[in-house]
RNA sequence: AGCCUGGUGGUGUAAUGGUAGCACAGGAGUUUUUGGUACUCUCAGUCGGGGUUCGAAUCCCUGCCGGGCUGCCA
């Protein structure tokens, strides 16, 4: 019933899938590949695309190509290539020895632009750019013949081959395909499927002066890489007529393009251009700033590829338009790091507290929890004093209704320690509190007594002696509005940036056991939220910290309330 | 204006002619040595109008609304 049930559940790529395979074709074969151009970094939309394209290779007993786009010099760079490879491994993902680049395919590419050229199909056009985009049309008007259209077989082969050898300028000639000036469907109306340009290739190096355009480089590489199913997202559906048009007029292997509707979120901007803006004006700090969508900022913010790959899951696939909430994303974080992030404890704001009948010079080590979630995770021991810190707002001069915490002559709990009562509280001239005085029970040790007392209260606390200075970064949205897209007249996306992104606390104490945490693996700061180590702590020689996800918080929320 | 495409609770996604379901978000509660987690309950939907049918989210007609398309970008 259950395996039914999922049956009928899958999305409208996979059904069809399933259904060419059952139906024999191409022999039941499925093959997918994902084609990033190396013109930037990656994102969460890329992340979605190759979870579906690995993903559906994986289900189908298929294979998964990863191949480098990189028809166009101009925007391309190895060093994005290079962070590609990287982030898709990260992913967790497996191309093997399945690392493809549309430029290995240049040499049979320029062939097959010459059979369409044999075949009457293609030619040489001296247009200009602005001539060309004259007789194109409109979307109501017919466009108009290229006054070229007609050279001959020769003559266009005889072009084509001296544009390939350098002979003209940029932009002096194009190939186009022939098909139809006067279709509805702008892209068939004779597509430039070769340019001229000067450019070093970091694949080819200077070998080619013209390179294929997308329309021509990307579905003939699928097709050469013999992919069954060639997926990518709604703003190509318009190219499919084109895509099907060269795979049939070439007589080449067809695969079948279906078009799915790409990823938004809420609170952020997912488009390369639009990140770039960010990135180049200052308002983040790069493109693996942890409050970028990008797969590497969201990596030092702490994700796990788990958290990523279920999101992915999550968001379902289909063809309308569609912004996922921010908090879809968080839950599948905190979800992942729930049962496996250690526990940890540390205070955001320290106020010291002194217990005043806890012996002078005593030191104790305290039995913790690492994670209540996994027993295999164990305990650990946590340096304890009289002299400790709690955060500054566990502690209520006059506490409303419901406050649970620390408030004169109230009891707590301090986690996995002792029961403490506050006797007293000091203030510094400004009215501030400095410290708080307690006792402390030495019957409650470990958090609870034999009298069975209840404390609802449990507060996290450091050990002043060896509590570790550390510095942290929160981050939270990174636009105040859920759709940053949405401006008022003559506005934009910046102004919707939220300016409270990033807030730095540098005077954070931690636990003495995560002086030796690694980079980048999340632990939970208990009662607060996840944290991880961020790259700048080696530089900095400072603990930094950068809070992944704040844990969910019922008691803000009533507050707001 | 033309062409393509899509419209199911707040959000996302199922149900393909037969009881509109799931997740997130929201609300209420139970448990709790994290105001976390877990669990329970709950709010809330088929874009409108016609038609076909015993029966329509699903098929037909029509209207409305959203997205995309006039790069030698991908």
């Not at 970091?202 to 579905?219: L, M």
């Not at 409270?500 to 104490?509: E, Q, Y």
Request: negative net charge; charged residues 30%; proline residues 5%.
């Amino acid at each position: 019933m259950s395996s039914e049930n999922k049956e009928e559940s899958l999305d409208f790529i996979r059904s069809r899938i399933k259904d060419d395979q059952a139906k024999g074709k191409n022999n039941g074969r499925v093959h997918t590949r994902f084609p990033p151009e190396p013109n930037g970094y990656l994102h969460l939309g890329h992340a979605k695309s190759i979870c579906l394209n690995f993903g559906v290779a994986n289900e189908f007993n298929g294979l998964c190509n990863l191949r480098l786009d990189d028809t166009n010099p101009v925007a391309e760079r190895i060093e994005y290539a290079n962070a590609i490879k990287k982030d898709v491994k990260w992913l967790g993902f497996n191309w093997d020895n399945r690392l493809y680049h549309a430029s290995d395919y240049f040499d049979q590419l320029f062939e097959l632009a010459s059979q369409l050229i044999r075949s009457g199909k293609a030619f040489v056009c001296d247009l200009a750019f602005e001539e060309m985009k004259k007789l194109r049309g409109t979307l109501v008007t017919p466009g108009q013949n290229s006054p070229f259209r007609e050279r001959s077989v020769e003559e266009n082969l005889n072009l084509f081959t001296q544009m390939k050898n350098g002979e003209f300028l940029d932009g002096a000639k194009t190939l186009r395909a022939k098909i139809d000036m006067s279709s509805p469907n702008m892209n068939m109306r004779d597509p430039v499927i070769y340019r001229i340009i000067h450019k070093e290739h970091p694949k080819t190096g200077d070998k080619w002066k013209i390179y294929p355009s997308y329309d021509f480089a990307h579905g003939q590489s699928d097709s050469i890489e013999e992919i069954t199913h060639s997926l990518c997202t709604l703003e190509f559906e318009h190219h499919r007529p084109l895509y099907d048009w060269f795979c049939e007029n070439l007589n080449i292997h067809h695969p079948q393009q279906i078009e799915f509707a790409r990823l938004n979120l809420t609170y952020v901007v997912m488009s390369k251009r639009k990140m770039l803006r960010l990135v180049e004006e200052g308002h983040v700090n790069g493109w693996d700033d942890p409050r970028m969508p990008t797969v590497q900022g969201m990596r030092r913010r702490g994700f796990s590829p788990e958290s990523i790959h279920d999101f992915c899951d999550r968001v379902g696939l289909a063809k309308r338009e569609n912004i996922i909430e921010a908090e879809l994303l968080e839950h599948c974080l905190r979800q992942d790091l729930n049962k496996r992030a250690p526990r940890r404890l540390g205070v955001l704001n320290p106020l010291k507290l002194t217990i005043e009948n806890y012996p002078t010079n005593q030191n104790e080590e305290i039995d913790a929890v690492n994670n209540p979630e996994d027993e295999s995770a164990g305990t650990r021991k946590v340096p304890f004093s009289g002299e400790i810190y709690i955060d500054r707002n566990d502690f209520m001069e006059e506490p409303p209704k419901k406050y649970f915490r620390l408030a004169p002559g109230k009891e707590v709990r301090l986690k996995y320690a002792y029961y403490v009562t506050c006797k007293d509280f000091i203030k510094d001239d400004n009215g501030e509190v400095i410290e708080v005085i307690c006792n402390y029970d030495p019957e409650s040790k470990g958090g609870n007594t034999e009298d069975g007392r209840r404390v609802k209260g449990t507060i996290q606390w450091v050990d002043a002696k060896t509590a570790v200075p550390t510095k942290v970064r929160l981050y939270d949205r990174l636009f105040s509005v859920p759709n940053p897209e949405v401006t008022n007249e003559g506005e934009d996306f910046i102004k919707n940036i939220n300016p409270d992104s990033l807030k730095t606390l540098d005077t954070c104490l931690t636990e003495s056991n995560l002086s030796q945490i690694e980079t980048e693996v999340p632990f939970q700061l208990e009662r607060i939220g996840y944290f991880c180590k961020d790259r700048d702590s080696e530089t900095e020689e400072q603990l930094i910290l950068n809070r992944t996800v704040a844990l969910r918080d019922s008691w803000g929320k009533l507050n707001k309330k």
